[in-house]
């Protein structure tokens, strides 16, 4: 079934989200920022330290005066900043101080203080003073800090940060803490591990970086001011928007749209209206067209005077899917994708403009379309870039791995979930929302936890698919996959099963894809297939964790994508990974994971040309290969 535009506009009018109220951060005529980043004053609590700088108050002194105090950049994981292994794989909590003058220039603004990404638990002081705490990293957060800031004067800013994961957070982990080693009667230890032994181990194939991840920025607000924009917009050029004011009180709304060369194309004074351009200047993904965006500027004019402005970008594509197939205003879309990390040497997971900048040209060298967030929704900054580009996106929430289906557990992913959504709901590079990667879904629990997910997104956002990777699950055991509008599967045909058999891997792949398609019914993306290759270890023929024998994995699983889009199977193809990312110590990783048909430093693998090969001839055709 495709949803028609009329059905579709119907169900957007009753679906808005008013949730945290977060927008980007702008700056413009009355909006202005400061930036915290830079070097942080730095001090490490023990490993599994006890909560020794809560219980001590350490929010009251001065870090600076530690005698073991250092310095850390935000932004920044600060993981692999040290030169020993007890900063690399500290468990518990770390401390970030910086003072910065707030000046007396801005003191009738409000002060809100906004963290892009701090993983995994924060708390935040402002003068000594805790004004909040969130929990998840990868999702922005913000605080009016406008009661505890002193104006013309230093401030001290202080956030205590904790990556101690469990079955109760998401991703869940594993930490095998033990509080107080066995004994027997005797007093004899039983145990191999000292009391209070912990390992830094996330039930997930990644390194969990920590610290302060994405900027941080002191935004200044006026008084009376545009808390939230949701704007839907489709390819027959309809349009809705809803804008969420903190106080209408005397206030006057103006809303101008423009499109991308700045022409004005509508002009409305409400905060919420539907409406209709003709001729509207479509958003497509590469290779379908250009990626044309519009811009919606908001205005509050109080007493004749400029009280707030806003402009939020965003375009005009309708996302529909079919039992086969997702389209991209009504054209068939076939996703030529990867799997990805926010990974890099030094800075692990922090974010830096460099190397998303060369991950994406990299991604657009390959003839790439697409990719997925795996396993966490990417930086803002990133999203942009995305809409600029035409890549086409699938944002997964932080829920990697999961294996518990608790109550909290269900919470706490729901608002993640919403807390995404919000912020990347405007972006038209944004197609579809992942609910997870690899859970336990064979497990009855699944069921139930999942349907609240799915209730919830579909809740928030008609216009956009929802799914879930499957990895451990299969046709006839996954307890929700028929829950999903589209289902993307996880395959390792020639590394984790069969290893060494390269001439297996196309009846494999072909027959277990084709049996979820035979069993749901829905669309198919296979999200992950590949294998390890360490840069330039060379063996012919190929040995496993040669470059030959990924290439071989990757070339003989594309013969079974062929007949997959042959038979209608599948609407697109995801490589797992785009590049080699860190990971935790285990005997199967050497140094990190070298499933990257890239090295960690970005250069190209032997299997990059074989892949890059096939986007390029795939993507010339796209209207012509790709079935309808
Ligand atoms: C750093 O110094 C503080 C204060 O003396 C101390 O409590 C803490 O244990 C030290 N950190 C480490 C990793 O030893
Ligand atoms: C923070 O880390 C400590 C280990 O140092 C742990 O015992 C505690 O439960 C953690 N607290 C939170 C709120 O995550
Ligand atoms: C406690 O363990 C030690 C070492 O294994 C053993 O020698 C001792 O007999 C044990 N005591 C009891 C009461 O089991
Ligand atoms: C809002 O716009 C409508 C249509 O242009 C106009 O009739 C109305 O007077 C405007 N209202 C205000 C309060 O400006
Ligand atoms: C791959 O398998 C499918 C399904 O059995 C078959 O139709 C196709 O010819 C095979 N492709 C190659 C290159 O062997």
């Not at 009329?6 to 927008?23: D, H, K, N, P, R």
């Not at 194939?205 to 009376?224: C, E, H, W």
């Not at 729901?414 to 859970?439: G, Y």
Request: aromatic residues 12%; contains cysteine.
């Amino acid at each position: 079934m495709i949803l028609k535009p009329t059905v579709l506009l119907l169900l957007l009018l009753q679906s808005i989200s008013t949730i945290t109220c977060l927008l980007h951060v702008q700056k413009n005529e009355i909006r202005t920022v400061d930036s915290l980043d830079g070097l942080w004053t730095f001090v490490r609590e023990p490993h599994n330290g006890g909560d020794v700088g809560i219980v001590n108050q350490w929010n009251t002194l001065d870090l600076e005066r530690f005698q073991n105090a250092t310095v850390m950049p935000v932004p920044s994981a600060y993981n692999d900043l040290g030169t020993g292994s007890e900063l690399r794989d500290h468990i518990g909590w770390v401390w970030y101080e910086k003072k910065e003058f707030v000046p007396l220039r801005d003191r009738n603004m409000r002060h809100v203080l906004r963290f892009g990404s701090v993983n995994y638990f924060a708390v935040v002081y402002i003068n000594s003073e805790k004004v909040t705490s969130h929990i998840g990293g990868h999702l922005p957060f913000e605080v009016d800090i406008s009661a505890q800031i002193k104006f013309g004067a230093e401030n001290k800013f202080t956030v205590a940060v904790n990556n101690t994961l469990s079955w109760s957070t998401i991703p869940q982990g594993d930490f095998n803490y033990q509080s107080v080693a066995p004994r027997n009667i005797s007093g004899r230890i039983l145990s191999r591990l000292p009391a209070g032994a912990v390992k830094n181990v996330g039930n997930f194939d990644f390194f969990n970086y920590a610290g302060i991840l994405r900027s941080v920025q002191l935004m200044k607000i006026p008084s009376v001011y545009i808390q939230n924009i949701n704007i839907v917009a489709d390819h027959t050029g309809s349009f809705f928007f809803e804008t969420a004011v903190s106080s209408l009180d005397g206030v006057r709304v103006e809303v101008k749209m423009f499109d991308g060369e700045g022409s004005l194309v509508y002009t409305g004074n409400q905060t919420k209206s539907e409406g209709q351009i003709s001729n509207p200047k479509l958003w497509w993904p590469r290779g379908m067209g250009k990626p044309d965006l519009y811009s919606l500027e908001v205005s509050l004019i109080l007493d004749g005077e400029l009280a707030d402005i806003y402009r939020e970008q965003f375009g005009f594509r309708t996302v529909t899917w079919s039992d086969s197939q997702i389209f991209i205003n009504s054209k068939p879309f076939y996703c030529l994708g990867f799997g990805m990390h926010e990974d890099f040497e030094i800075i692990g997971r922090g974010f830096n403009q460099a190397i998303m900048t060369k991950d994406l040209n990299l991604l657009e060298w390959m003839g790439g379309n697409c990719y997925r967030t795996t396993h966490y929704p990417y930086s803002e900054e990133r999203m942009f870039e995305n809409d600029r580009r035409g890549i086409a996106v699938i944002v997964e929430t932080p829920a990697v791995g999961l294996k518990g289906f608790s109550k909290a557990n269900n919470n706490l992913h729901v608002k993640m979930l919403q807390d995404m959504i919000d912020r990347d709901k405007n972006h038209p590079s944004v197609i579809a929302w992942s609910l997870a990667n690899e859970p336990q879904t064979m497990k009855k629990e699944s069921r139930n936890y999942f349907k609240t997910l799915v209730d919830t997104a579909h809740g928030i956002d008609r216009t956009r698919p929802v799914t879930t990777v499957y990895g451990p699950t299969n046709f006839d055991n996954d307890q929700t996959a028929d829950l999903m509008d589209f289902i993307c599967v996880n395959r390792y045909y020639g590394w984790y099963i069969d290893m060494g058999y390269i001439p297996w891997i196309n009846q494999s792949v072909y027959w277990d894809i084709s049996l979820w398609r035979e069993t749901f019914h829905k669309p198919i993306i296979v999200t992950e297939y590949g294998a390890d290759s360490i840069p330039g270890l060379n063996q012919e023929p190929s040995v496993d964790f040669s470059e030959q024998y990924q290439n071989e994995v990757i070339q003989e699983t594309h013969h079974a994508f062929d007949a997959l889009v042959k038979d209608h199977t599948i609407t697109g193809e995801m490589i797992w990974n785009f590049a080699d990312f860190m990971t935790g110590m285990t005997t199967t990783r050497a140094v990190g994971n070298h499933k990257g048909v890239f090295t960690r430093s970005r250069q190209a693998k032997i299997a990059a040309y074989t892949l890059r090969n096939r986007y390029l001839k795939k993507g010339s055709n796209i209207d012509t290969t790709i079935w309808t």
